[in-house]
């Protein structure tokens, strides 16, 4: 009986794998497989929550002042402002039901308490670059000593690190914003600070709040470190200190933070080479990402900020491409969770990809429904002028790829650039892209090739899609060539083109799909223009029909 079973859904699997239809509709196409859900309903977060737009995560904002309104004094009930904004006692903010995020503003002199520059004898500061507050030197081991006090009233005496509706925390609280942007340093070293001052405080305040966090104990039960957010950057733009600064976000993700950027807005700038979450830019332009990064797959928070669209002094020229490519930025960076405004992020303007970006924040390869490529060629004009880094072609960057690679190979799979130019959207140093990758007829290039990550891979029992976004010129069909189980290269059924020059996304099943690097050049598949002309395409995204470990039988459909 049981061999007549498995027999039955041999047969059964057999049969749907050999279905393999093709569909293709206008535009692109977000949707996922009805079994993949978000991690947790905390991917997006704001400044207030927003249930009816999964904004779930409010922050709570304190001042040191309010919080230590006195030497050796703290409070709950007092009240405070910054940066133009109110802020409720902590009593009335933690009384809010529901998931929040801390952020606390430290540096202002008048974020400080009135009390520590006398203490300290602080007689200077410095005004950040908007003119939102003048900073005290954090890095002072008075001012510091009592800024450590204040995190141990925070996070252990009032038990704000082991709320479990606190997710995260931004430190060490300091400069515009509390984003902890190294103006003020560096402003502070035409006063003399040296770099190995700064670095020495810098180094050690990292261990100081790590410890604090875990409860300055050896017991593990109650160590929070996880929680805490390291705010600044790498490659801070220093001019000051001749990149000495470069990797201080990589040597707080080192000390056991998590990261977070605030300008994913403008995804072709300053956010390709980043040690601190495991990128780099290779010698061939494309982002090589270290899996064996621990901060990609731990508790940490990994954060990026996407609502500076037609706000912040920037505006879209064309809203829905700026949306789309600073969410494919942040995702291609590994972030797990998403600081949105609903009205200024476009939320229901755009709820198809929204949706898409929530399921996949925080997403791992064993655990995504999809792997994706973006095929583009950008300009990072920040390495114009810093020379500390370098790849053939620089300054322009292969692709934004998430476990799906698109490389140029030989000697029939070298692409040109597409055809859909931007030029300094959203804001100038966002510089000059080209959208796509073209195949080459008249020189015999006509195919294009895709490795796949092999821990995505290896689901050999999977159910497979792959959905191309393709530009609809010329007339012959193109088609998909990948490896089936039995090491045969086959080919998916053909997509015609009606040349019309719209954008277009073709879904084509690959039955029996068995990707092992066994195509030419190692790939795992490649798209064939058809030999006779040429095809761009725009984006790749390969997906898990079936939720990985589930029966073969039951496979799951798609939500349209």
């Given at each position: ?126 005004p950040d670059h908007d003119g939102q507050a003048r900073h005290l030197p954090i890095w002072n081991s008075c001012v510091w000593e009592h800024v450590k006090n204040m995190y141990r009233q925070v996070f252990l005496n009032w038990g704000m690190a082991a709320d479990p509706d606190m997710l995260f925390v931004h430190v060490p609280g300091g400069f515009y914003y509390t984003e902890f942007d190294l103006d003020i340093p560096f402003k502070a070293a035409g006063d003399g600070l040296a770099f190995t001052e700064f670095n020495t405080w810098f180094q050690a305040a990292l261990k100081d709040l790590v410890a604090i966090a875990n409860g300055e104990n050896s017991d593990p039960g109650d160590d929070y470190a996880w929680k805490l957010v390291y705010t600044g950057e790498d490659y801070p733009f220093d001019d000051t200190w001749n990149g000495a600064t470069n990797l201080l976000a990589r040597d ?309």
């Amino acid at each position: 009986m049981r061999l007549k079973s498995c027999l039955l859904a041999f047969l059964l699997l057999n049969t749907s794998l050999t279905a393999a239809a093709v569909t293709v509709a206008d535009g692109d196409d977000w949707s996922l497989p009805s079994w993949s859900t978000p991690l947790d309903d905390a991917r997006f977060y704001s400044e207030e929550a927003s249930p009816a737009d999964h904004v779930n995560v409010r922050v709570i904002d304190l001042t040191w002042r309010q919080i230590n309104p006195q030497p050796g004094k703290f409070s709950t009930t007092a009240t405070g402002a910054a940066a133009g904004m109110h802020f409720p006692s902590l009593q009335d903010q933690r009384a809010i039901p529901g998931k929040y995020w801390l952020r606390i503003w430290v540096t202002g002199e008048d974020w400080a308490p009135a009390w520590v520059k006398s203490d300290c004898n602080i007689s200077k500061t410095w005004p950040d670059h908007d003119g939102q507050a003048r900073h005290l030197p954090i890095w002072n081991s008075c001012v510091w000593e009592h800024v450590k006090n204040m995190y141990r009233q925070v996070f252990l005496n009032w038990g704000m690190a082991a709320d479990p509706d606190m997710l995260f925390v931004h430190v060490p609280g300091g400069f515009y914003y509390t984003e902890f942007d190294l103006d003020i340093p560096f402003k502070a070293a035409g006063d003399g600070l040296a770099f190995t001052e700064f670095n020495t405080w810098f180094q050690a305040a990292l261990k100081d709040l790590v410890a604090i966090a875990n409860g300055e104990n050896s017991d593990p039960g109650d160590d929070y470190a996880w929680k805490l957010v390291y705010t600044g950057e790498d490659y801070p733009f220093d001019d000051t200190w001749n990149g000495a600064t470069n990797l201080l976000a990589r040597d707080a993700v080192q000390a056991g933070l998590g990261i977070r950027n605030g300008i994913t807005e403008l995804f072709n700038f300053h956010l390709n080479h980043t040690p601190a979450y495991g990128a780099a830019i290779a010698s061939d332009g494309h982002i090589e990402i270290d899996e064996s990064w621990p901060l990609l797959t731990d508790r940490r928070t990994i954060g990026a900020e996407n609502e500076c669209y037609n706000a912040c002094g920037y505006h879209a020229k064309d809203l829905y491409y700026a949306i789309k490519m600073s969410n494919l930025k942040a995702l291609q960076m590994r972030t797990k969770r998403l600081y949105v405004v609903p009205t200024d992020s476009y939320l229901s303007t755009y709820p198809d990809h929204w949706n898409w970006v929530r399921h996949s924040l925080g997403k791992q390869r064993d655990n995504s429904a999809d792997a994706w490529v973006a095929l583009r060629t950008a300009q990072d004009k920040y390495w114009i002028d810093d020379n500390s880094h370098s790849w053939n072609g620089a300054p322009w960057v292969r692709n934004l790829e998430r476990w799906l690679v698109q490389k140029d190979v030989g000697p029939d799979g070298a692409s040109r650039r597409g055809s859909d130019h931007h030029v300094n959207e959203i804001d100038r140093d966002n510089g000059e892209s080209w959208e796509g990758r073209q195949t080459d007829h008249a020189n015999g290039q006509d195919y294009l090739y895709f490795f796949i990550d092999d821990v995505f891979a290896t689901d050999y029992q999977q159910a497979w899609q792959l959905k191309v976004t393709f530009v609809d010129r010329g007339n012959s069909s193109w088609w998909v060539q990948y490896p089936n189980s039995r090491n045969q290269s086959v080919s998916s059924e053909s997509v015609s083109r009606e040349d019309i020059g719209k954008v277009k996304t073709a879904t084509i099943d690959l039955p029996d799909a068995y990707f092992n690097n066994q195509l030419a050049h190692a790939a795992d598949l490649r798209i064939f223009n058809g030999g006779k002309e040429d095809l761009e395409v725009r984006f790749v995204r390969l997906i898990k029909k079936r939720k990985p470990g589930a029966s073969l039988i039951f496979a799951d459909g798609f939500e349209e």
